[in-house]
């Protein structure tokens, strides 16, 4: 069914690749009103803004040059993130490393959220915030990325809360929780140590990483009305990794 979101108005942060520029492309199919955010110009959408959303001051403006654009805000994608090199196991990871990392994946959602849903609130019909956590959120590893995995936490305990307390007003939270997913960062990330990469991938019953438009999919159905009875909820779409404990062969 095409124009889910017809006349919805969507700001995506980290847009301009992999999950974020999938869920661009499917949204404006869809019949929304995109405004790419990222660090950099150029993202996807009609409108494309570069914002640091780790300033609270940069993230009012971003909501506010929306506003003033399209005349209301309908759907917050709050996806920005890092999984840098230098963020691993807690005893090698450094101070500022873990704070780098917490600032762009939590702080960040924190601020979007903070600013982004009393745009949500003044519409009659409320609004959809799809938070980017991960299936590190409910799982352990012992290929650790520490700060990573207690941000993408944070993310789901945040989107839970948020859609409880929002129940009432038309807002809906949801913390997205996608598995592995064949990105950009992923690619670089496995690049430099095919090992690792097979090591992850036994675990996956698919055999496979996820394509972005497949996660992106999951995006569609939460930020539109097909969901209108799914809040707080973490949104797994892993491939049943969370659920596996040994894998075809």
Not at 93 to 103: G, I, K
Not at 109 to 118: A, N, Q, T, W
Not at 159 to 185: K, Q, Y
Request: negative net charge; aromatic residues 6%; contains cysteine.
């Amino acid at each position: 069914m095409a124009g889910r979101l017809e006349g919805k108005v969507c700001v995506i942060t980290g847009a301009a690749g992999g999950i974020g520029a999938a869920t661009a492309a499917i949204f404006a199919q869809e019949g929304a009103t995109v405004v790419g955010v990222d660090l950099h110009d150029g993202s996807p959408g009609d409108l494309s803004l570069a914002v640091d959303v780790t300033e609270e001051h940069a993230v009012t403006t971003m909501y506010a040059q929306v506003r003033e654009a399209y005349g209301k805000i309908d759907v917050l994608f709050n996806n920005a993130g890092i999984a840098p090199d230098d963020d691993n196991s807690v005893l090698d990871t450094s101070l500022e490393a873990w704070q780098r990392v917490q600032d762009v994946n939590l702080k960040s959602v924190f601020l979007c959220c903070k600013h982004g849903i009393p745009h949500l609130l003044d519409n009659q019909h409320g609004g959809s915030v799809i938070n980017t956590a991960s299936f590190v959120a409910v799982m352990g590893a012992a290929t650790s990325q520490i700060s990573y995995t207690a941000s993408k936490g944070g993310v789901l305990s945040l989107s839970r809360e948020l859609g409880v307390e929002f129940a009432r007003r038309g807002v809906r939270v949801n913390a997205l929780c996608p598995g592995p997913v064949d990105t950009p960062l992923l690619q670089e990330l496995f690049a430099k140590d095919p090992a690792k990469a097979a090591r992850r991938m036994v675990h996956l019953p698919m055999g496979r990483f996820a394509r972005a438009d497949e996660i992106a999919k999951g995006v569609l159905f939460l930020a539109s009305d097909d969901s209108t009875y799914v809040t707080g909820s973490t949104f797994l779409i892993d491939g049943g990794l969370s659920g596996a404990y040994v894998t075809p062969e």
